[in-house]
């Protein structure tokens, strides 16, 4: 098991916890469940889709890096596929503030990565801080979103949000989550490069219209990328270094351990992710990043 699970594991009740043993085993476990393994424990503890969410959050918290805090907030998306993904926020010591991911961002953007495209809720173990009402509220569930909290009764997104400022706005129809693919492409590129790429095609970013993605190799070899997600109100938006390091932690990586990094932009877009992706790179320490236009 990841050690990072080992504490907030060994105090669950017993009848998740050997329920979960299966799942959590594995060093490489994604931090999600697909609908199948979620009837699997269901089914094993009695609980129902709600508890079992709940009982989740310690262990989503358990993947927060929060060298600034030291604050462990976890999340736990549950897409309309059934599958439940793990969320938890993330800050980079040596870096801006702006460059932290909140949990609720980590569970939304782990589940696109992963191929959903529409929540039917959020559990979390905090109350959603107005940047992620704000996040939240670019997704294709819209106002619908379902928001889990301990001792609260469940409410929507729309509840939590009201008079909200969004997409519809700016007169911007496509959401974040909804399939894209903005067909750029390159010759000769290497796989890391055509990673970035890949995810630079799927990118959310009907506002600028400049699209990115990044990629990041490990030094244990594996590969992760991760989309930029633009949100109407442009400040919440994600980078996609972002997107990409929480796709590396939900997957059981070090962030402090990226080898090389490629940011794909398409050519004479009005912004660049190039300036802030390098220095938040720096400041975990990886140096070796290649930017690519398409
Ligand atoms: O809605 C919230 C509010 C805060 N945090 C994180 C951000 C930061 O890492 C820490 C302190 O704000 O908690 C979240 O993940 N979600
Ligand atoms: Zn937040």
Request: with cysteine; charged share 20%; proline share 5%.
């Amino acid at each position: 098991m990841h050690a990072r699970f080992h504490t907030a594991f060994a105090a669950l009740p017993e009848n998740l916890s050997s329920a979960l043993e299966p799942f959590l085993r594995h060093d490489d476990f994604p931090a999600m469940l697909t609908a199948a393994d979620v009837a699997q424990v269901k089914q094993a503890t009695g609980l129902d889709d709600d508890a079992l969410a709940f009982a989740l959050l310690p262990l989503a918290a358990a993947c927060s890096v929060t060298p600034i805090s030291h604050f462990h907030v976890g999340a736990i998306a549950r897409g309309t596929s059934g599958n439940l993904y793990f969320g938890a926020n993330m800050e980079f010591a040596g870096a801006p503030m702006q460059q932290t991911v909140h949990a609720e961002q980590s569970a939304v953007t782990h589940a696109w990565l992963r191929g959903e495209t529409r929540l039917a809720s959020i559990t979390v173990n905090y109350t959603p801080c107005g940047h992620c009402r704000q996040f939240m509220n670019e997704l294709t569930s819209g106002t619908e979103l379902d928001i889990h909290l301990p001792d609260r009764d469940v409410a929507t997104l729309g509840d939590y949000l009201p008079h909200s400022f969004g997409p519809k706005d700016l007169d911007i129809t496509t959401l974040l989550m909804d399939k894209v693919d903005h067909g750029y492409q390159l010759d000769n590129a290497d796989a890391l490069t055509l990673l970035a790429l890949d995810a630079c095609n799927q990118s959310h970013a009907p506002y600028s219209k400049s699209y990115s993605g990044v990629a990041l190799e490990t030094h244990s070899g594996k590969q992760f990328a991760g989309r930029y997600a633009e949100n109407a109100a442009f400040n919440p938006s994600l980078p996609p270094l972002q997107a990409a390091l929480i796709l590396l932690n939900m997957s059981g990586e070090d962030c402090l351990k990226v080898r090389r990094a490629v940011l794909v932009e398409n050519t004479g877009a009005l912004l660049t992710q190039d300036d802030a992706t390098r220095a938040t790179l720096k400041a975990i320490g990886c140096e070796e990043v290649k930017t690519v236009t398409c």
